[in-house]
């Protein structure tokens, strides 16, 4: 017992799980006027912004994904990133091998695995050529291209230098109706960590709808005030994803007994005030936000390490903390068009048939995962979360 944070490791940083037991939404199934509902049946949701990796880390996280999720949208910042149509479609072929070897071994059921869609990006670089986008688009195989400044996150350093190289790209990406998905900060060290979402709306946002108005975009995992109300009373096809962690946490949560780095994701979270906005965004009910888990996995010794990787791994219970933010908020009534309705209209597509079981049920997340050679820590892992997934006539509740 001589590890300073024994004690505190097993307590969730201030302003967490913490607002559990407050009455939830009245008119769920199920439940009686004044009471939270014990089970909630949803359409099966879809993830519109994920992070697989390659390799043996996709083998480690593809099932977490493919059992809860219809479709995701997967990011292509890869080591080298996914920048041509014929690297994303070895990729996706890479993802459905590993979601067979993963049926294989009897980690995943065979209806998630038959049903999974892998939804393929590309990833922005100063040299995207128009036909290229064109060559995506014409293919069926991307779905979506991923902005990333140069330096701004993760694998980023191929990202975009200056706006004004990617426009041929982007005036293709207008004509043919394919979203850009945006990492919405500036790289600029000048900018102080917490101001790159604020200064990218002013930057890179505001210049970008101008020039082309017609864009769909995504403002991916957005978590500030300023974003939440840009994306809000911007005219044109514009939504924003939001991950779990930052409607569950702010900043106070990466400090909490000690430096926590499996609270450190990018953008980094931001004060409760922000929090306060976007959880009031997500539960409104506006079709312009909706769910991205934004799930990141690195090696817990990566994330436990004098720089820390950012991302949070959340794909094996994000539905379950998206649940708990809803039920905070007494909106549990509102998490169905959130997570798996929402997202598919923006993107056009048919929204999933299947449905699947949320029940009320208290487990405990996994305070370490298999990763491959390694082990990844879950965000919140050991805590006890009070819904539980469960995909309808595969595996029942115990
Ligand atoms: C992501 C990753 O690890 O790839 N990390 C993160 O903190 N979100 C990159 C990203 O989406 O910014
Ligand atoms: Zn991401």
Redesign the pocket.
Known sequence: MNDPHARSRSLPPEGALSGFGRPGATEMNESAPGESPTRLSITLPDDWHL?LRDGEALRAVVAASATAFGRAIV?P?LRPPVVTVAQALAYRTRIEAALADALSQGELAAEAAASFRPLMTLYLTDRTSPEEIRHGVESGAVSAVKLYPAG????SDAGVTDMRRVAPALAAMERHGLPLLV?GEVADPAVDVFDRERVFIERVMTPLRRDFPALRVVF??VTTAEAVQYVRDVDGPVAATMTPQHLLYNRNAIFTGGLRPHWY??PVLKRERHRLALVEAATSGDPRFFLGT?S?P?AARLKEHAAA????YTAPHAIELYATVFEMQGRLDRLEAFASFHGADFYGLPRNQERVELVRENWTVPESLPFGADSIVPLAGGEVLRWRLYRTGRRQPE
């Open positions: 992070h990011m910042n701004a996150t993760t694998n990492h991916e995992h994701c990018l934004d990141a690195h990787c950012a991302g949070c």
